[in-house]
């Protein structure tokens, strides 16, 4: 409470009566009101929104829900895409370091994971916001936990849940008929047809992810990956993985000499016949690529033995935002029923939604109803329990080893 | 200052009052220096700091060596390093190589003149967008393998072959090649016109010598020390290259530049100590690698001389020149194909391997990403034209400077000019990124356009410096004694009559302006993003059909600006025959 009383001292005036409301339960009338007054002091604002742009359905996305900011509420949304959030979490720090505390050249960030963790210990986020959002009630923090805690680490009200992720595996059904559905058969996969399989190249994203449902998958007590990397040497604790790597890689496409740089690369590879195995991170995503002409109809989605990786993915708003209160109506907007019906068609992007849909009103679950089936997703129940995200701290032991390992 | 350097650029002090028209224009070349050398001063000194610990605003204030250790233990730099260099010096040779050959064999043939007009819009194509298309060509499941399978090959999937970012780096030796070949060629063309070489040709011709032998032994010696700061700034660029290298380079370990750029952006601040000594390793390495070449032209010099004079004639040159079309022919097709691809791939709606073309058409991909690409391209447009614009601006006053002060440029001036064409991007652009962010000139456009600018200069420097150097002197003179002042003579004589010339060195600068990539990565603080860094964000991905799109408009704009450049004259001086040309 004294630590972010001395950050408000700092702060614009506004920002300091959001932080009351983050604190202050108001009457209901009071946070309209207050919600009101972001509206008014948004209309103008150009808020720079900066995420991942390696996806063409993200970016067609983004770009219908700015078009509809723009015009409901006259906030400007320009998508700034990036390679990797990384870079962007460098820069803010760099802008904290030279004192650069307000007026950021970010005002909006697509996040999540260890990115979220350096953002919160560096204190880079500024105060609580997701409380002040009307739509926020909407989300299913009770049926969707990770919506509040990111990677191990507790949101707090740093950052707003967008959609929900899970990995998953995609195959064509008429070049491979049955997948490998464990990472040992998967192995004798390679092994058999050596260049059938690979993954991006660390720290790509998805290139992590693989490493971390590989350890999950291989060791004999994936708790302890919920816990931070502690004294014991984390190679070791990650044998298992290294052990399977050292297997895997000489059958990997390029004899494990190139690896594709991100995880869309994995779909084009996919279709080009080059690999026989691909995954993602959006259920749907098959279904996406087989409606834009990515993917032949007979792409099929699969799950892993024993489950796989699920998180969700978030927006945070720096602490020196130039266009904070326009940054808070582009999320509001981003959660509000309307704006995730269109995320989760398949059609469009194919993000699945972290609003709690069956108590929506009627009006509003509509949108969610009208939704067609994916041709090539799985059912809801066929996804099983997401496997949780081990502690932020693992994601850079397993990338420096990696590199270590392969990477020279 | 400005004394301080004009000094140092070489030129007479007080030379400007030697003739009329000093005033304003004195200062030009003055502050064409300032403005190229202080942001890589600025910059230099922003890496070279922290590559020695010192970086106040991390609270690292003591000198210390543990960013050099950091990177020596770093994993894959020695071998990003051998790679570099390999990259580096083997395309380098291979560009110079199959420049002197080609220049040897069609010296003062037809196809000699028809080749300049070839080289332009090669040179126009940015890297990115060449490379891209280059990957779409080479890859295994690429246009050429799509070509010629299943029916020759037998391959009915795409072959696991190693060769675009393959380890040994020969998709990027490929792209530099294809990419410096055109302006070293260029660039010899005009040392050629410069040496005036025919008289003494015609003499070596008479005494029984070859063509091709003759211009080894007479021509070349004299055309080299001409092209040697090009080749340089070939040899720099080709060490340091990014944008080409992220999309054919290896990636296990990559070139040492990426290495450096991954560092630099790494949430972990503290990393950007040992990427500062990354980027000072990459400056030694361009300087080692230069000093190398320097002795190698000197051994080579000493070496050749029994060979120049050991009175062999040497053929008609015929399969010598046969020879020389190879690399050119192939060069043109792999070019051709690599844009070609962008287009079929922009209008495919479907195009599985291993069809030899699209199955299924459809403007759609141009109708979806279109719109976004607006933001973009008017940035690229934007800035390109007012880097353009500048350093025409300070081109032409250094030139009319000249002109008026009746100096000669010096040597040292040349060099001074070609240094951010010799210092890598890597290797001062960090440091300009830390005084801009200082400033909170990040994000904004005059960072943007000055640090376009750097680079634009030198090029349009280079491109109009002949062309106002041979004007005859007498036009402005005639001019001159009929009253007019030096002003009018510039904007109304001279102006006019080199209309052509700079044009084309505008389209040339403005080319240069499109094709950056790491300073607008750099100074547009990701707020800021051109055609370039998009096609580059996109070059994974699922979608061949967005990158092409991507790619290429980010092609086609430079290219528009040289039609324009070739049109304009054509359409304004449709009744002057004699400046057309």
């Known amino acids: 409470m004294f630590r972010a009383a001395i950050r408000a001292r700092r702060m614009p005036a506004l920002a300091l009566i959001l932080l009351f409301i983050a604190w202050l339960p108001g009457t ?8 009101q007054a972001v509206l008014e002091a948004a209309r103008g604002q150009t808020v720079y929104f900066n995420g991942w742009g390696g996806s063409e359905q993200v970016n067609g996305y983004v770009a219908w829900a700015a078009a509809e900011t723009e015009a409901r509420y006259g906030v400007r949304v320009v998508h700034v895409r990036i390679g990797d959030i990384a870079e962007v979490v460098a820069r803010i720090l760099a802008e904290k370091i030279a004192g650069r505390d307000s007026g950021g050249t970010v005002d909006l960030m ?10 919160k210990a560096h204190d880079l986020l500024g105060a609580p916001f997701t409380e002040a959002l009307p739509n926020f009630a909407l989300v299913d923090t009770v049926g969707l936990p990770t919506t509040l805690v990111d990677f191990t680490v507790p949101t707090d009200g740093l950052e707003a849940p967008w959609g929900m992720a899970q990995l998953v595996f995609i195959h064509d059904t008429a070049v491979l008929p049955t997948p490998p559905t464990t990472l040992q058969t998967l192995l004798m996969h390679v092994e058999a047809n050596p260049g059938r399989f690979t993954y991006p190249l660390p720290p790509a ?35 298992a993985l290294w052990d399977y790597l050292d297997r895997l890689h000489p059958h990997l496409w390029r004899s494990g000499e190139a690896f594709p740089p991100d995880g869309p690369t994995l779909i084009r590879l996919l279709d080009d016949g080059e690999i026989d195995v691909a995954f993602s991170f959006n259920p749907q995503e098959a279904s996406a690529a087989i409606e834009n002409g990515l993917l032949p109809d007979t792409a099929r989605t699969y799950i892993l033995d024993g489950g796989t990786l699920g998180n969700a993915h978030f927006l945070a708003i720096p602490y020196n935002a130039n266009a904070r209160e326009g940054a808070l109506v582009f999320v509001d907007f981003l959660l509000s029923p309307e704006a995730q019906a269109r995320k989760a068609d398949y059609r469009i992007w194919g993000d699945p939604s972290v609003l709690n849909v069956s108590e929506l009103p009627a009006g509003e679950r509509a949108h969610f109803e009208a939704l067609p089936p994916g041709p090539a997703t799985l059912p809801a129940n066929a996804l099983g329990t997401p496997l949780p995200e081990p502690h932020p701290s693992w994601t850079g032991a397993l990338e420096a080893e990696w590199l270590r390992r392969y990477g020279g | 200052m400005a004394q301080a350097v004009r000094r140092l650029a070489g030129v007479r002090p007080g030379a400007a009052t030697h003739r009329q028209g000093g005033g304003w224009i004195a200062l030009i070349p003055s502050l064409t220096l300032i403005c190229l050398l202080s942001p890589i001063i600025v910059g230099l000194t922003g890496t070279v700091l922290p590559a020695f610990g010192v970086m106040p605003a991390l609270g690292a204030e003591t000198p210390t060596l543990a960013p050099w250790s950091d990177l020596m233990a770093a994993p894959g730099v020695g071998r990003g390093l051998l ?7 083997g395309s380098t040779v291979i560009s110079l190589a199959i420049t002197v050959t080609i220049l040897a064999a069609w010296h003062g043939r037809v196809w000699f003149h028809r080749l300049r007009r ?7 194509t940015p890297h990115a967008g060449l490379a891209i298309g280059l990957a779409f060509v080479l890859a295994p499941a690429g246009w050429i393998a799509r070509l010629i399978s299943p029916w020759a090959t037998g391959w009915d999937r795409p072959p696991d072959l190693l060769i675009v970012n393959d380890p040994y780096a020969i998709a990027l030796i490929i792209g530099l090649v294809l990419k410096e070949t055109p302006f070293l ?13 025919d008289p003494a040709l015609q003499v070596a011709r008479t005494a029984g010598y070859g063509p091709v032998s003759a211009w080894m032994r007479i021509v070349l010696p004299r055309v080299y020390p001409l092209i040697r700061l090009p080749i340089y700034a070939v040899l720099a660029f080709a060490l340091s290259v990014i944008d080409m290298s992220l999309i054919l380079g290896p990636n296990t370990p990559p070139t040492l530049a990426v290495m450096v750029l991954r560092w630099f952006n790494d949430p972990d601040l503290t990393m950007r100590l040992m990427a500062s000594a990354g980027a000072c390793l990459q400056i030694a390495v361009v300087a080692g690698a230069i000093a190398a070449w320097r002795l190698a032209e000197i051994v080579i010099a000493v070496l050749a001389r029994p060979v120049l004079s050991d009175g062999r004639r040497g053929g008609s040159g015929t399969a010598f020149r046969l020879g020389s079309a190879l690399p050119a022919v192939i060069g043109l097709g792999l070019a051709g194909l690599a844009l070609a691809s962008l287009g079929l791939w922009s209008l495919a709606d479907r195009w599985r391997y291993p069809a030899a073309l699209p199955t299924a058409w459809s403007l759609e991909t141009w109708g979806r ?10 940035i690229t447009l934007a800035t390109g034209v007012a880097a353009t614009a500048i350093a025409l601006v300070l081109v032409i006053g250094c030139l009319e400077y000249e002109r008026r002060a009746g100096v000669k440029p010096t040597n040292r001036a040349l060099w001074l000019l070609y240094t951010p064409l010799l210092v890598p991007q890597i290797g001062f652009l960090f440091g300009v990124q830390t005084a801009l962010v200082a400033t909170q000139l990040d994000g904004g456009w005059i960072g943007l356009i000055w640090s376009h600018l750097l680079f ?29 002042s030096p002003n009018r003579v510039l904007f109304r004589v001279v102006l006019p009559m080199l209309l052509r010339p700079v044009l084309v060195a505008a389209a040339i600068g403005f080319s240069v302006s499109v094709a950056q990539y790491l300073p607008t990565v750099f100074a547009g603080a990701g707020r800021l993003t051109t055609l370039t860094t998009e096609a580059v964000g996109l070059s994974g991905g699922a979608d061949r059909r967005v990158l092409a799109v991507t790619a290429f408009t980010q092609t086609a704009l430079p290219l528009l600006g040289f039609a324009a450049a070739l049109a304009i004259p054509a359409i304004r001086f449709r009744h002057r025959q004699g400046l057309r040309a």
């Open chain 1, 205 to 239: 994203f998805h290139g992590t992810t693989f490493l971390k449902q590989a350890l999950l998958s291989l060791s004999p007590n994936p708790e302890r990956f919920q816990e931070p990397v502690g004294d014991t040497d984390p190679v070791a604790e990650t044998a």
């Open chain 2, 83 to 89: 790679v570099t260099l390999w990259v580096g010096i």
């Open chain 2, 369 to 378: 990403t279109l719109p976004g690409l607006g933001r973009p391209a008017w």
């Open chain 2, 456 to 484: 634009v200069l030198p090029y349009v420097f280079l491109a109009l410096a002949d062309p106002w150097r041979a004007l005859d002197d007498r036009y402005a003179r005639s001019a001159a004694c009929l009253g007019a």
């Open chain 1, 110 to 119: 697509w996040i999540n994971g260890e990115n979220f963790a350096a953002m």
């Open chain 1, 28 to 35: 209901p009338a009071q946070a309209e009101d207050d919600w």
């Open chain 2, 185 to 197: 060629l260029l660039m010899g063309i005009a040392a050629v016109h410069q040496v005036g070489p």
């Open chain 2, 118 to 124: 070839v080289l332009s819009p090669l040179l126009a």
